[in-house]
Structures are given as structure tokens and as C-alpha cells.
């Protein structure tokens, strides 16, 4: 009758974890299906203004070639025709395919990967360090009455009391 009591006992506390689990792949999920709306939503939005502006690139480069410069107007041509093909996929694709087609592309190229998070991440270090050591010489200025502090002292100043003469 121990061996029921403990096996009872095992299901119950089973069954709390399954639960837990259960709560936390339904989180997931729900989060997981809250970034792919905001993703659909805000790709759809970029391919938009990708698409308007293309409009723009255009102009230019009719503009380019009544000057008589054909070359950069056909160069502009092309970033036109290639714009348009990315404001058309961002408009179109939904947010499932655009998260498996980045994953495609971090599979193939994965030193392009590594490389853009290093240069992010030294990127994101710069302008940490740059915004620490503007936050303390602001904290020395406003500690110091805003005058700037000085790392001697004047030669003819005595030496502080320590009161161990």
C-alpha cells in the first residue's frame, strides 16, 4: 500500500509539470504568433515605403538621361528595379516565410553572419563606451560645482590632515 501511496504521489507531481509545461509552450506560442504579426505588419509597412520611393529613383533617372548621362541613369534604373522587387516580397511575404528564409540565409552564409554580429557588436561597444564616458565627466562636472576636476595639486597648498601627527 506504500508503493500506491508513492506512485499517487510520483502522477500528482507529474501532472504539475506536465501542466507547467503545457502554460509554457502555450506562452511560447502565443509570443511566437505575437512577433509574427508584428513582423507581417511592420515588413508590410517597410515594402511600402520601399515601393513609394521607388517612384523617386525613377524620376532621377529620367532626369539622368535628359542630361545625357545614361550610365548613372541605367544604374539607378537597376537600383529602382531592385527595390521594387523588395518592397514587392516584403509586401507579399508573410511573417513565417520572411523568419524561414533569414534562417535559410544564416544557414549558407554563415561566416556573413558571424562577421555582421561582430561588426554590430563592436559597433554596439563604441557607442557604449562613448555614451559611459559622457555620463562621467557629466557625473565629475556636476560633482565638482561644474568646474573641471584636477588630477594635481597646487604645489603651494599643504598636504591634507590626517590627524595621525
Not at 518592397?87 to 511573417?95: P, V
Not at 528564409?101 to 553572419?113: G, H, K, L, S
Not at 560645482?145 to 597648498?157: F, I, K, P
Amino acid at each position: 500500500m506504500a508503493t500506491t501511496g508513492a506512485t499517487s504521489g510520483e502522477i500528482g507531481g507529474n501532472g504539475a509539470a506536465e501542466t507547467a509545461q503545457d502554460k509554457a509552450r502555450e506562452a511560447a506560442d502565443h509570443a511566437r504568433g505575437r512577433v509574427r504579426d508584428q513582423l507581417d505588419q511592420r515588413s508590410t509597412q517597410l515594402g511600402e515605403q520601399v515601393g513609394s520611393s521607388v517612384g523617386d529613383a525613377r524620376s532621377v533617372a529620367e532626369q539622368l538621361r535628359t542630361q545625357g548621362k545614361e550610365t548613372p541613369a541605367r544604374y539607378v534604373e537597376q537600383a529602382a528595379d531592385r527595390a521594387e522587387r523588395l518592397g514587392g516580397y516584403l509586401r507579399e511575404t508573410d511573417g513565417d516565410r520572411l523568419l524561414n528564409d533569414a534562417e535559410d540565409f544564416a544557414r549558407q552564409n554563415t561566416w556573413a553572419v558571424a562577421l555582421g554580429g561582430l561588426a554590430i557588436g563592436f559597433a554596439a561597444s563604441r557607442l557604449l563606451k562613448a555614451s559611459s564616458s559622457d555620463r562621467y565627466r557629466s557625473s565629475l562636472q556636476s560633482s565638482n560645482g561644474g568646474e573641471r576636476a584636477s588630477s594635481t595639486q597646487h604645489m603651494d597648498a599643504p598636504a591634507p590632515s590626517t590627524g595621525l601627527s
